[in-house]
């Protein structure tokens, strides 16, 4: 495993191409890559994962152990099909190389480069020891992923990795710098640095035993708070700490009943405990209210429905304990007593029942809003401060229908009123009658604002004529019509 | 900050033309601000502890919220899941500060209580008509931990009740012009010192978007539309 620097050593990279090269490190495409890493921790237990769809191994060891080198490639590769994931693997000097080389298609050739043997050659080359140069050479300068490179290197009359690997590295560092240092030693095959694998994590969960069963809530608790407390001290023992952590509660009859918090290594054995409660009271709390019986929630009766026999917490997501990670959740500093309330409200109805909003771009009310679960940060899906011609004036409305509701709109002779291609009316709207409600005389109206998005894609592509329609009782609508169809979107409450 | 700069709210406020000098939304520590366009209408500022009732969910509810909101309070809105969240912002309520529980389910007075622990104010649709009981425990509750209820719709015994009397929305004609704002005629009674019921015109909202004390109301006046250019807030 130890190699000295400047001679890389053998790496396996694993890529998933299902996943998109800019996921986040935390959310659920890396949660969904779990089970990833789990089938390639089966072939060597130090994995490293480079991002969300790709990880590496140390290929040294594994590969004598499975038979060479395309033995190893080719069972991964098979054991992660086996999941359903389409995957590829490549082999060569350092983790630099070794990413590129697991991304070659099936087809491509690539001077220096041994393919494995085989009929069916898998996407995914393998590089012969020694030949990683020969490999990256051809490469253009814009895999080095660094921006002012992509477009410096280029100008310079340096194109390709061979190109820049010829100048020599003094003059490299002179000129660029330190990352331009970096950068030479990657085009030379040779790893800025080594590979850094993430330990199994399997050793580090806790549990306790309860032998006569617990049948009240408060000794689980009172234990769960020590059992932290342990965790907390294997973690901090290798220098770790976990982004969440699954609490585990096996009731006499069998049943498991398990629970992700999020803990980015900010929850005391205090703030774990107090979880471990609420995990407890909710689900006592569902089966109240599955059994029809009243009570729900009151923390005096603390009996559990049928005894606990073993609480159990797994660190979920291990990283290397970089002290307090501030600002997780967004710019606001969010105090405690926020943040319990939020987790409280979120035992009880759900993570996705608690949401941030985030003011995001778009033409339509109800795109102009990003909700993010409370915990979770998620950029918006469309970007604000840019102009939306056609968007909704202002002032905007209070209500906004996420799902929006027929109506139905007439004309002075009782006609439902029709808008044309050319966005003509066909009559002044006069009666409005929203969601089967009462007939409403319309006092004043504007329109048709003729809406055209995304005309270029048949399936999210649509045609909207908006209105703003005031009614008798002089509340105000947002109204349109598609496909001959009223709609009520917005209410101006 | 000089510890004698900040205007406390609740004493020595003149209730009728409320121009104070000092800033646009007073702090206190018994009261949470509102908007200056609405302290006649709540003179000192919303009570902590207190449960104010609105009637109907309107943009009121939100202009009540939106002075604790640019105060620095948390919020939390819970039973609107068609709330128009850029109506909320243009009101003054922070994105940032904000927690939305769009279907409290039929728990809604533990997830209100659960709320009330650790926002200032929070915004409630009760989705089901409140017993007594529910209402006495989400008042104490309130009242313990020094937060604001602020409810769309009815609550008997409400500290402090607000209602939209009339209404009228101007810049839209037939077929041409689009909604530019809407005067509100906000009528507020209640319990204690502030029975005594006051009515008041608002723009609500005003040309510019923001929540606004109007010069006059529907038929004071037949110059409607111009008499926001040089109104003032005082």
Known sequence: MSSARGAPQRVLAVWCPDWPPDAPDAGPEARAFEQVITVVAE??????????????????????????????ARKITDAVTALGIDCQAGIADGLFAARLAARVPASAGSPGVMAPPGV??????????????????????????????????????????????????????????????????????????????????????????????????????????????????????????????????????????????????????????????????????????????????????????????????IPDQLVRDEGRQLGLWGDAVISDRVARAATRVQTMLGHEAVMRPMLAGGRDPAEQVTLAPFGDSRPPLLPAGRPWPGRI??????????VPRPARVTDDSGTAVTVTGRAVVSAPPVRLSADGGPWLAITAWAGPWPVNERWWAAASGRRRARFQLVTEDENAWLAAVQDGQWLIEASYD | MRPGGCVIAGFGLPSGDGALPGPDVLSGSDVLPVLPALRELLPGGLQRGSVVATGNWSLLCLALAAGAS??????????????????????GLDPGRLLLIADPGDGWPQVAA??????????????????????????????????????????????????????????????????????????????????????????LPGPDGAVAVAAAGIGETDEAIPSWRGMSTG
């Not at chain 1, 480079?50 to 152990?65: K, L, N, S, T």
């Not at chain 2, 640019?70 to 009101?91: E, K, Q």
């Open chain 1, 43 to 72: 072939f060597c237990p130090r994995v490293e994962v480079v991002r969300p769809g790709m990880c590496a191994i140390g290929a040294r060891g594994p590969a004598r152990y499975f038979g060479g080198e395309e033995a190893l």
């Open chain 2, 114 to 203: 659960s709320l009330l622990d650790g926002c200032e104010l929070v915004l409630l649709r009760p989705p089901t008509r409140p017993s007594a009981q529910v209402r006495r425990r989400l008042e104490a509750v309130a009242r313990r931990h020094g937060g604001v209820l602020v409810v769309a719709g009815d609550w008997d015994g409400a500290h402090c009740r607000l209602a939209v009397a009339r209404q009228e929305w101007t810049g839209i004609e037939a077929g041409h012009g689009r909604l530019r704002a809407r005067l509100v005629q906000v009528i507020a009674d209640g319990r204690g010192a502030a029975a005594r019921s006051r009515a008041r015109w608002l723009w």
């Open chain 1, 120 to 313: 069916m050659a898998p996407p995914g080359v393998i590089v012969a020891p020694g030949r990683t140069p020969a490999f990256l050479a051809p490469y253009p300068v814009s895999v080095l992923d660094i921006p002012e490179f992509a477009g410096l290197l280029p100008r310079l009359g340096i194109w390709t990795l061979g190109d820049f690997a010829r100048l020599p590295a003094a003059e490299a560092a002179n000129r660029f710098g330190a990352p331009g240092e970096r950068a030479h030693r990657l085009s030379r095959g040779l790893d800025p640095r080594p590979l850094t694998p993430r330990p199994p994590p399997a050793d580090l969960s806790v549990q306790i035993e309860f032998d006569p069963p617990a049948e009240q809530s408060e000794p689980v608790v009172f234990a769960a708070k020590a059992l932290a407390g342990r965790m907390h001290a294997g973690l901090a023992a290798r220098g770790l700490a976990c982004v969440r952590v699954q609490v585990q509660a096996t009731y006499e009859d069998g049943q498991d009943l398990t629970r992700l918090w999020r803990h980015d290594g900010l929850l005391s054995a205090l703030a774990v405990a107090e979880r471990v409660r609420w995990q407890l009271d909710s689900w006592r709390a569902g089966q109240d209210a599955r059994d029809g019986g009243p009570g729900a929630g009151d923390p005096a009766e603390a009996s559990l429905v049928g005894g606990i026999t073993r609480l159990r917490m």
């Open chain 1, 393 to 402: 004036p202002a002032p905007a409305p209070a209500t906004v229908y996420p």
């Open chain 2, 70 to 91: 640019i105060a620095g309070s948390w919020c939390a809105i819970t039973g609107l899941p068609d709330l128009g969240m850029m109506a909320a912002a243009d009101a």
